[in-house]
């Protein structure tokens, strides 16, 4: 019996001596490993660094992604000079008005024309030293894109003495009253110009659909206007 418990002994020192050679490396790693581990628990200094820069680095992740999610609450601000209308009584501007600001404040063609702060009107089309030409909404020479409210179609809008929201997809049925944005890249994105009208009769065939657009203001009412002088 004493002579089993010995060769039993030996053999399994055999086989532990041979498990630690053949499994060396990856034994020493798991030691190393939990050595390690055991140190950082054992090192206050170490282990509140470590948090430190986790929650650092958590935070900024969360302030970017809130950043890239939010939509823009403000628009942006843009400098604008007032310019006083002159009227062509009575024979009517045909969509075109002259102001009293020209090469001399700052004006350029090109330059976008608000009714009022967030509400578009025209653009600078012509310029003097004293005075410029605004082609408007009210204007047949007048196109440019807009966006429907809330997140709806794409139409054109076409301009004239009664201004038209052309192009809209046939299945499209716009509220009246919904407002119409400009998203064209001329002017600044989200611009009110107006709010959809009464549509227009279509026949069976027609692939698209026509409305009124119904201007924030009277044409012949208008006697100041504001000049976007840092677009785009």
Avoid: C
Avoid at 127 to 142: A, G, H, P
Wanted: proline share 7%; net charge neutral.
């Amino acid at each position: 019996m004493k002579s089993f418990r010995a060769a039993l002994g030996i053999g399994a020192g055999v086989l532990l001596i041979a498990f630690l050679i053949i499994f060396r490396a990856p034994v020493a790693e798991a030691f190393f490993r939990l050595r390690a581990a055991l140190s950082a628990a054992a090192d206050p200094a170490f282990s509140y660094q470590t948090f430190q820069g986790l929650q650092r680095e958590n935070a900024e992740l969360k302030a970017r992604l809130a950043a890239e999610a939010r939509p823009r609450d403000n628009p942006r601000v843009f400098t604008s000079l007032t310019a006083r209308v002159y009227s062509r009584y009575p024979v009517g501007s045909g969509g075109r008005l002259i102001v009293d600001a020209g090469s001399e404040d700052g004006v350029r063609e090109g330059m976008p024309v608000l009714l009022s702060p967030g509400t578009l009107l025209g653009k600078v089309v012509a310029v003097k030293r004293t005075q410029s030409e605004v082609l408007t909404i009210w204007s047949s020479d007048w196109k440019s894109a807009v966006s429907i409210a809330p997140a709806g179609p794409k139409a054109l809008l076409q301009g004239g003495s009664e201004p038209r929201l052309e192009l809209v997809p046939k299945g499209a049925a716009l509220a009246e009253g919904a407002h119409a944005a400009n998203v064209s890249p001329e002017f600044p994105l989200g611009l009110l110009v107006g709010a959809v009208g009464a549509p227009f009769a279509v026949s069976e065939g027609d692939l698209w659909s026509s409305y009124r657009l119904l201007p924030p203001a009277d044409e012949a009412g208008i006697d100041s206007v504001l000049v976007v002088l840092n677009f785009p």
